[in-house]
C-alpha cells in the first residue's frame, strides 16, 4: 500500500538539509571575501599613508590623510563583520546542519520501522489466508472423495471409514486456519489502523516539526547575517563623518598663500629690456659663475627666504634662551635653600653650573642679536624694495659686475641677482 508520501517526504527533508549546507558554504566564502577586502584595504592605505602628511599645513594633504586613515579604520570593521559571521553565522548553521542530520535520522528510523511492521503484519495476513485457502481446498477435496467413494457400489466399509477419518481432520485443519486467518485479519486491520491514524501521521508531524524548526533557525540566522553588517554602521558612518569634515575644511585660498608664502623669492620686479647694439659677436670671457656658498646671514638665498631663515633663527636662540634662563632661575633657587639649610647641600657646590649657564646665555644672547640685526636688515631691504615697486618699475641692472667702493677705498665686485616670480 502507499505510505502517503514518506519517501516525498524524506527527499524534501534531505533538501533541506543540503539547502543550509548550501547556504553555509555562501556565508564561508563570504567571510573569505570580507577577510580579503580588509587585507587589500590596508595594503592599499599602507602604501598611501605618510604620518607627515597628518600634520601637514596644506588642508588639502590632511584631507586625503584623513581619507586613508578612515579607510584604514573601515577595512577593520569589515574584518570585525567577518568575525561576527564567523561566530554567530556560519558556526551555527554548522550546529544546525548536525542537529537536523541526526534528528531527521532518528525519524527516518522510526519510520521505516513502522513501515516494515506493517509489512511484517500483511506478510502474516497473507501467510494466514493462503494457509486457509489450501486447508479448504483439501477439506473441500476429502470431502470429494467421501462421496465418490459413497457412491461406488464396489466401495469398501474400511474405505469409506477411512475417507470419513480424513474428511473430518481435513474440516478440523480448515477451521483452525480458518480461525486463525480471522485473527490475524482483526490483528493486521487493527495495525493498519493504527499505522496510518496514528503511527505514521506522528513520524510526519515530527519530520514537519523538524522542517519548520530548521526553517525557523535558517530565518533567525539570516537576520543575524543582517545584524552584523547593522553593528558596525555607527563607526562606519563615524569614519564616513570625519572624511566628509576633512573634506569641508579644506581651504584652497589659505592652501595658495601658504605657497605663496613659501616659496616666494621677495626680488624686485625686473625692469625693462635694454637696447643691444648689432655687432660682430664678442667672444665672452667671463668667467663662469661660481656655486654660491651658503653664508652664516643667509644672503646667499632670496630675500623672502632669508628674512624667513633669520626669523627662525632668533625664535630657536629665544627658546634657548628661556630654556637656560629658567635652569639659572632654578639653580639659585636651590643655592639658596642649599644657604639657609646647609644640611640639604653645599651652596658653593652650584657655583661652577651657574657660572656657565650665565655664559651660555651670553653667547646665545650675543648670537641672537646678531641675527636679529640681519633680520632687521632684510626687513628694511623688503621694504625698501617694496616702495620702489609701488613708485614705478625699478630699472633691470646690468648684466655686467658692477663695483663699489670699500673703505679702504678697494672696489668689490657685486655679483647681479636674477628676479624670480613667486608662485
Known sequence: PP???????????????????????????LIHVEQNYAKELRKLCKQYKRKDEETSKYSSVRCFAKLVTETNDLAGQRELVAEYWQAEVLDQMKVVIKDITAERKTHMIEGAKRI?????????????????ERASEEAENAQNALEKADNDPNSTKAKIDKLTQVLRAKEAAAEE??????????????????????????????????????????????????????????????????????????????????VIQERKTGYPIPGDEEFQQYGPKKINRRKPKKKVEPRPDFSHLPPEQRRKKLATKVNDFDSQISK???????????????????????????????????????ALTEERDKFAAWLQEAHDSLLKASQGQQGGASPRPSPKNKKKNDKNGKSEPVPAQKAQAAP
Open 177 to 258: 486456519s480458518k480461525n486463525n486467518y480471522i485473527l490475524q485479519l482483526e490483528n493486521t486491520n487493527l495495525k493498519r489502523r493504527l499505522h496510518y491514524n496514528s503511527e505514521m501521521p506522528q513520524v510526519f508531524q515530527n519530520m514537519q516539526d523538524m522542517n519548520a524548526k530548521r526553517m525557523e533557525r535558517f530565518s533567525s540566522l539570516v537576520t543575524q547575517c543582517a545584524e552584523c553588517n547593522r553593528r558596525v554602521f555607527p563607526v562606519v558612518n563615524t569614519c564616513l563623518d570625519n572624511v566628509v569634515q576633512a573634506s569641508a575644511a579644506v581651504d584652497p585660498v589659505k592652501d595658495n598663500q601658504l
Open 324 to 362: 637656560a634662563t629658567a635652569d639659572r632661575t632654578a639653580m639659585e633657587k636651590m643655592q639658596n635653600v642649599y644657604k639657609e639649610n646647609p644640611k640639604l647641600g653645599d651652596p658653593n657646590s652650584l657655583g661652577q653650573s651657574l657660572e656657565q649657564t650665565s655664559q651660555k646665555i651670553a
Open 116 to 132: 516494515n511492521e506493517l509489512k511484517l503484519t500483511m506478510d502474516q495476513l497473507d501467510k494466514a489466508k493462503k494457509h486457509y
Open 3 to 29: 505510505q502517503d508520501g514518506y519517501e516525498h517526504a524524506c527527499a524534501h527533508t534531505e533538501h533541506g538539509n543540503e539547502f543550509v549546507k548550501k547556504a553555509a558554504s555562501f556565508v564561508e566564502k
